[in-house]
């Protein structure tokens, strides 16, 4: 973990919080993700599913690592946070747009 500066945090799970990260001696921006160490089970399986997995549509994993108190999740760094967020800001999205993310579910559901 010390190849990484955190900045602030950018969401949260139950036993997770989720910061803002930059790769040291680079301008690579990361989402860093620590978890409850009681919860390993869980955490290796993410990494299991997200570390196989290459998809455009899916957010990109970089490693993982274990501290004295925490596991740690490096993902590829999603600006615009995620679809429940969009939807707590903007409400109902025109129908367009429901057809476009609708399209990219699909397509990651015939990839699995
Ligand atoms: N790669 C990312 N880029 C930007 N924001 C992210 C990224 N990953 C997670 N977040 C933010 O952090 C929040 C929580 O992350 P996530 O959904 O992975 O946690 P969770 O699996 O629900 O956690 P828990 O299992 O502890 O309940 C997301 O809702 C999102 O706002």
Same mark, same amino acid.
């Given at each position: 973990?010390?190849?990484y500066h955190?900045?602030?945090?950018?969401?949260?799970?139950?036993?997770?919080?989720?910061y803002?990260?930059?790769?040291? +001696?680079?301008?690579?921006?990361?989402?860093?993700?620590?978890?409850?160490?009681?919860?390993?089970?869980k955490?290796?399986?993410?990494?299991?599913?997200?570390?196989?997995?290459?998809?455009?549509?899916?957010v990109?994993?970089?490693?993982?690592?274990?501290?004295r108190?925490?596991?740690?999740?490096?993902f590829? +760094?999603?600006?615009?946070g995620?679809?429940l967020?969009?939807?707590?800001?903007?409400?109902?999205?025109?129908?367009?747009?429901?057809?476009?993310?609708?399209?990219?579910?699909?397509?990651?559901?015939?990839?699995?």
């Amino acid at each position: 973990m010390n190849n990484y500066h955190l900045y602030e945090e950018i969401g949260h799970g139950k036993f997770s919080t989720v910061y803002k990260g930059r790769k040291r +001696y680079s301008i690579s921006y990361v989402a860093v993700k620590s978890i409850e160490k009681s919860r390993r089970e869980k955490f290796m399986t993410e990494v299991g599913i997200l570390s196989n997995t290459k998809h455009v549509n899916v957010v990109g994993f970089v490693n993982w690592y274990e501290t004295r108190n925490h596991l740690w999740i490096i993902f590829e +760094y999603c600006v615009g946070g995620d679809l429940l967020r969009l939807l707590k800001q903007d409400g109902r999205l025109p129908e367009e747009q429901v057809r476009r993310f609708s399209y990219r579910l699909r397509m990651l559901t015939q990839f699995y």
